[in-house]
Nanobody, 123 residues
Framework: QLQLVESGGGLVQPGGSLRLSCAAS????????IAWFRQAPGKAREFVAG????????HFADSVKDRFTISRDNAKKTLFLQMNNVEPEDTAVYYC????????????????WGQGTQVIVSA
């Protein structure tokens, strides 16, 4: 089984930076895409960013593409989400997820999920 663990969340001021980590352990056979989603209170879970190890491709939601970046540790298959110039609208629980195929923005197409890490952007 595949286990995904998020870390790095916390309280950050508007305009600040934060780096989230998604570490995988256990069997990851066939899981070639890892993505970040977020869910704010009372709102639907939404796609943030994703990376595909086969195509070495990335995709970002329009709301974050000018501010967030993705990096990775290939040996550990760990994905990092660097959040820069954060805004109060970025406040949410952030989840990482894995699926077998290409990057998808649809959360129901992902098979494995972490427990989430909370990010609060507030002065």
């Amino acid at each position: 089984q595949l286990q995904l663990v998020e870390s790095g969340g916390g309280l950050v001021q508007p305009g600040g930076s934060l780096r989230l980590s998604c570490a995988a352990s256990g069997s990851a056979v066939g899981s070639v895409t890892i993505a970040w989603f977020r869910q704010a209170p009372g709102k639907a879970r939404e796609f943030v960013a994703g990376f595909n190890w086969i195509a070495r491709s990335t995709h970002f939601a329009d709301s974050v593409k000018d501010r967030f970046t993705i990096s990775r540790d290939n040996a550990k298959k760990t994905l990092f989400l660097q959040m820069n110039n954060v805004e109060p609208e970025d406040t949410a629980v952030y989840y990482c997820a894995a699926r077998q195929f290409t990057i998808s923005i649809r959360e129901q197409e992902y098979d494995s999920w972490g427990q989430g890490t909370q990010v609060i952007v507030s002065a």
